[in-house]
């Protein structure tokens, strides 16, 4: 069945650093992809939709100077949490959905970032 | 708005218990309604789905019905084990649209 690949899974790093996280879908286009955060024990809040070869579509709220997106190719869109911080710590998910009408989603398996 | 309220967790179960998750919706038009179960440290796996009124979804043994009267998706199994312990989201994606709405996640623990 269709896969979602998200790299890495989990990413230590400083404040003030740049976090890259990666989302493959490996085996059919996704011209569309999305990303969630999830807090703690909540549910997953959608941050930006990824679009292939335009700009990404924020969600209210979300700051799209902090939260680079990033969307090259028809199986990959990368995530950048630019000048972390500790607040930014979270699980982030990735998700594409097939072509085909009515088809569900594809999640990746998460990357559990902190910020120290 | 389009929006999932489900029932607030944790639940805790007994092995072979039945178990019943509750969910309702808000939504305009004719969503298509999941679920999707995490396990700890994971992304998200689809369960099932149902995609227009009365249809039943059914998957390792959970079901769960799209009841338009009542405009609910309750997920139901009728014997737990100790490995479906995991947070289960019901969603709905509105006709035409691609993302997906999430409830607040139900975690759910089975005791042995």
């Known amino acids: 069945g269709a896969v979602v690949s998200q790299h890495p899974s989990w990413v230590i790093c400083k404040s003030g650093t740049s976090v890259k996280i990666e989302c493959r879908s490996l085996?059919?286009?996704?011209?569309?992809m999305f990303w969630y955060r999830q807090f703690p024990k909540q549910s997953l809040m959608l941050m930006a939709t990824?679009?292939?070869?335009?700009?990404?579509?924020?969600e209210q709220g979300v700051e799209k100077d902090k939260f680079l997106i990033n969307h090259a190719s028809l199986t990959l869109s990368t995530l950048t949490v630019t000048s972390a911080h500790p607040e930014d710590s979270s699980f982030y998910i990735c998700?594409?959905?097939?072509?085909?009408?009515?088809?569900?989603?594809?999640f990746g398996n998460g990357t559990r970032l902190t910020v120290t | 708005g389009n929006s999932v309220t489900q029932m607030e967790g944790p639940v805790t179960l007994s092995e072979e218990a039945f178990l019943t998750i509750n969910c309702t919706y808000t939504?305009?038009?004719?969503?298509?309604l999941f679920w999707y179960v995490q396990y700890p440290g994971e992304g998200l796996q689809l369960l099932l789905k149902?995609?227009?009124?009365?249809d039943k979804g059914s998957n390792k043994g959970f079901e769960a019905t799209y009841r338009k009267e009542t405009t609910s998706f309750h997920l139901e199994k009728g014997s737990v084990q100790v490995s479906d312990s995991a947070v289960y989201f019901c969603?709905?994606?509105?006709?035409?649209?691609?993302?997906?709405?999430f409830g607040q996640g139900t975690r759910l623990t089975i005791n042995p």
């Open positions: 149902a995609t227009k009124a009365d």
């Open positions: 990824s679009n292939e070869g335009s700009k990404a579509t924020y």
């Open positions: 939504a305009t038009g004719y969503p298509s």
């Open positions: 085996d059919f286009q996704a011209t569309t």
């Open positions: 998700s594409a959905p097939e072509a085909l009408a009515n088809s569900p989603l594809h």
């Open positions: 969603a709905l994606r509105v006709q035409g649209a691609q993302k997906l709405v």
